[in-house]
């Protein structure tokens, strides 16, 4: 639950803050005639990122048994890519994302054109949280628990991008995308130990094993959901899946605090065009 409340709110807020940013601009050029085409690119993103789930849900599910942990080990290992990538991404570039989308609007005055701006803008982070979401539930198990992260995650993030929009509060975006892009790297490092587990489930039957522990605590147990939902953690783990696990985690956080952001991601918390 609390995974996906964390990438909810992230990538729901980024979504948020990018229509908002949208949406700013075309009063300002259109006299808010160009919003329906606005809204249309927001929700085609909207239905092809779900449609992207889908997808990935019904190919896991037809796949024959022997093939299944394949596809859900590649697919963990490319999530893992896009989210590292993603955070890496924000941290250095929030503070430029609302002059970049007004130059590429700076053009894009057609229905067409204000069609497709919108749809780009929001279906990366739409297919971003598809395609993490899907993984995450595969390592963490799946229960009612993640769906309510999930939309607690997106509700918070609406209300927080409306009220950036209308300056009911000032938020500081660098601090809560850092923050939140540790979170989301902890979430990644056991997304790629459970995709290690599942390639290694395909090529090897008897892995080495790093731990043990399924006699103190139970994969079903509310310990052991907290875990594996916020750290990745499962009682049997393997030696390659501890070491990847350990690995990437030490080193992308190592990379990611590294040094601070190379200017303040404040700008985009003002969204109206004055």
């Known amino acids: 639950m609390l995974s996906n409340f964390l990438i909810a709110l992230r990538e729901g807020l980024e979504a948020a803050l990018i229509v908002g940013i949208l949406i700013a601009y075309v009063t300002k050029i259109t006299k808010s005639s160009g919003l329906r085409f606005i809204w249309a690119g927001v929700a085609i993103a909207i239905a092809f990122s779900l449609a992207i789930g889908g997808v990935l849900t019904l190919t896991s599910k037809s796949l024959p048994s022997r093939f299944e942990p394949i596809f859900a080990g ?3 290992l490319s999530a893992v890519a896009l989210v590292t990538w993603m955070v890496f991404w924000m941290r250095t570039s929030a503070h430029r994302l609302k002059a970049d989308l007004h130059e590429r609007l700076a053009l894009a005055v057609g229905p067409v054109a204000l069609t497709a701006a919108a749809f780009f803008a929001v279906s990366r982070e739409g297919i971003e949280t598809s395609v993490f979401l899907y993984t995450n539930a595969k390592a963490a198990g799946t229960n009612s628990d993640p769906l309510i992260g999930l939309l607690i995650g997106f509700a918070l993030a609406v209300a927080l ?12 975006l660098g601090k809560f995308f850092t923050v939140t892009g540790i979170g989301l790297i902890v979430v990644a490092a056991g997304v790629l ?3 290690v587990g599942d390639l290694e489930e395909s090529f090897n039957a008897n892995p080495p094993l790093a731990f043990d522990l399924h006699q103190l605590i139970g994969e079903n147990s509310i310990l052991g959901h907290l875990l594996a939902g916020t750290i990745g953690f499962t009682p049997i783990t393997t030696v390659l899946q501890a070491c990847s696990w350990t690995i990437y985690l030490f080193l992308i956080l190592g990379l990611y605090l590294r040094k601070p952001i190379s200017a303040p991601a404040s700008e985009t918390a003002t969204l109206k065009s004055k």
């Open 161 to 172: 991008g409306w009220a950036v929009y209308n300056r009911a509060i000032r938020l500081d």
């Open 74 to 76: 590649v697919t963990s």
């Open 193 to 195: 130990s459970h995709g």
